[in-house]
């Protein structure tokens, strides 16, 4: 059966059965990498996309359930990797392994689309299932609010100016 997904605004037709993971077939039949298996039970975030603009669980998402929506991966966030979050990402050093980056980042542009400017305690709400292995969590919600910031049009900080610093740097001057 011929199931058709719009992806990162491509319309794709697949033979797949409907009850195939979303997933699964964003990885193996349309060869889009970075959203990531991780438990395969919707609880570490990893395979996180956009679905209609709403931070889904691709493992538990079905083809056939996705049909007729606009889904986002990683890949379609930002083509040259400008998007605010993807921007906060790499000023705040924040991945380790990385593994988990991508699911990360798709909930953080979730939150920021719906909440411009969120609290520490709307990051904690929208970010708590999504699980990093190294512990990164501090340097996400920085990265998170300094999103906000360049997406409010703020200019990075200058080096050695209050808050220019990497969450977990020590100033060694």
């Given amino acids: ?12 037709s697949l033979d797949v059965p409907p009850e195939m993971p979303l997933l699964w077939a964003l990885r193996d039949e349309l060869d889009l990498k970075g959203t990531k298996f991780g438990c395969g039970v919707s609880r570490c975030g990893a395979c996180t996309v956009h679905v209609n603009g709403v931070a889904t669980r691709s493992c538990q998402a079905q083809v056939g359930t996705s049909q007729g929506k606009e889904i986002t991966t990683i890949e379609g966030l930002s083509p040259d990797g400008l998007h605010a979050v993807q921007k906060a990402w790499e000023e705040l050093d ?3 392994c990385g593994y988990c980056q991508a699911g990360q980042i798709m909930s953080a542009a979730a939150l920021l689309s719906k909440t411009p400017k969120p609290t520490d ?11 990093c292995r190294c512990a990164t969590y501090l340097r996400i919600k920085a990265a998170i609010h300094r999103a906000a910031e360049i997406k409010a049009g703020m200019p990075t900080p200058a080096a050695g100016a209050s808050g220019a610093r990497k969450p977990g740097s020590t100033d060694q001057s």
Avoid: C, F, W
């Fill in 94 to 96: 924040v991945p380790q």
């Fill in 1 to 12: 059966m011929a199931i058709s997904l719009k992806v990162n605004g491509t319309v794709r």
């Fill in 121 to 131: 305690a709307d990051i904690d709400t929208a970010m708590n299932t999504n699980l």
